[in-house]
């Protein structure tokens, strides 16, 4: 009961007041995940040489995992979600055994100024030399990576089906196109979206001005919302493979993992709007009640080996951003270019203006087509 009573206070902070019927089942649907994983983390945290991982899906490829278990002779469990909203409330309501997550840059500042990481130690990570310094300096809630230490930056993007599309914008507005109407997704998470409208619009994806806040929340709703199947956070890309979406909003990773190699080059175009659009800044941390935590510094040291970095790279076609050194080591052509970033910006932390964020997000998601 206390663990219900204190999950449902963590949807409150982060779903406002008005938490509609939908939130509270899918948040009792993670309570109940969240105390499986509780009850079982004691006696799987007596293997000792086991790595618990809490990650995007599909976010470390399979072949890198499996080397870092071959040379650190231990095993590496992945538990998934799909947004940063799912991740913090599931920590939150008190989800034991995870050892390293990767939270958005917005939810790094969170987990730090709530204490709910443990610190670098730098004597362990050797590879920090090739951390981009130019990522640093953008990574203004950690800069010296005292609790975090950068994985990736990048930015959603669209990703078009080019067997069934052509002659098209590449602009967020592509959303609005009618005769796509039915083949078209956008993304279930309320920060790309707005963000993405209020980008297209000139703003800033951080803005808390309400007009501005109204003029995208009214875009998505009366132009884009209109023309897609649904909002959805990853079950795009499996369709998207099959040719049932032809335009997706999202993250490229979940496209390539599902298109195989082979068709990816004559289906997909990738690409980021030319107004820009929200970027993030995923960091490895490692969570404060962490049992592993020299084998957690170890995995973040392999990452940033640069031929292991470079694997990590291809598997999902992105520039170096993080890792320049691994750029000498990939073997295929990145999706996207690291200049197609230069409009974007940096989703922060909105504090108290994420609650205004989600109740604009109930109106659209649960607004009458």
């Known amino acids: ?59 470390t490829p399979d072949s890198v995992l499996r080397k870092f278990e071959q040379e650190y002779n231990c095993t590496v469990k992945v538990d998934t979600f799909d947004s940063n909203e799912v991740m913090y409330a599931k920590l939150k309501a008190g989800a034991k055994g995870y050892d390293i997550t990767f939270p958005s840059q917005d939810y790094t500042s969170i987990m730090i100024k709530q204490g709910m990481l443990k610190e670098i130690d730098k004597t362990q990570f050797e590879n920090a030399k090739y ?37 098209y914008e590449k602009s967020w507005n592509i959303f609005a196109d009618k005769q796509y109407a039915g083949h078209m997704t956008m993304m279930d998470d309320m920060r790309e979206v707005i963000g993405d409208a209020l980008k297209y619009l000139g703003y800033s994806v951080n803005s808390l001005d309400d007009s501005q806040l109204e003029e995208a ?93 470079a694997e990590f790279l291809d598997a999902f076609r992105f520039p170096a951003t993080v890792n320049t050194e691994a750029a000498k080591y990939t073997t295929k052509k990145p999706m996207y270019s690291a200049d197609e970033l230069n409009n974007c910006e940096l989703k922060l932390d909105i504090a108290e203006g994420l609650e205004k964020y989600n109740e604009i997000w109930q109106d659209i998601r649960f607004s009458a087509d």
């Open 1 to 59: 009961m206390f663990a219900l009573q204190t999950f449902i206070n963590i949807s409150s902070l982060i779903y406002g007041k008005k938490m509609k019927k939908v939130n509270f089942l899918l948040i009792c649907a993670a309570l109940c995940s969240t105390l499986v994983l509780s009850s079982c983390s004691k006696s799987d945290k007596k293997a000792s040489n086991t790595l618990y991982l809490f990650n995007w899906t599909y976010y």
């Open 131 to 167: 951390i981009n310094p130019v990522v640093l300096e953008k990574t203004t809630f950690d800069p010296d990576m005292k609790y975090s230490v950068p994985y990736y930056m990048g930015a959603a993007g669209i990703a078009v089906n080019k067997t069934k599309v052509s002659n």
């Open 217 to 309: 929340k009214n875009l998505i709703i009366n132009q884009w919302k209109p023309n897609l199947v649904k909002f959805d956070a990853e079950g795009f890309g499996k369709s998207f493979a099959a040719g049932d979406f032809w335009i997706c909003q999202g993250y490229a990773e979940v496209v390539y993992g599902e298109v195989p190699e082979d068709k990816q080059e004559e289906i997909i175009d990738f690409f980021i709007p030319k107004e820009g659009g929200p970027m993030y800044i995923d960091s490895m941390v490692i969570l404060k009640d962490s049992k592993n935590y020299d084998l957690a510094m170890k995995f973040i040291n392999f990452i940033h080996t640069p031929e292991i970095y």
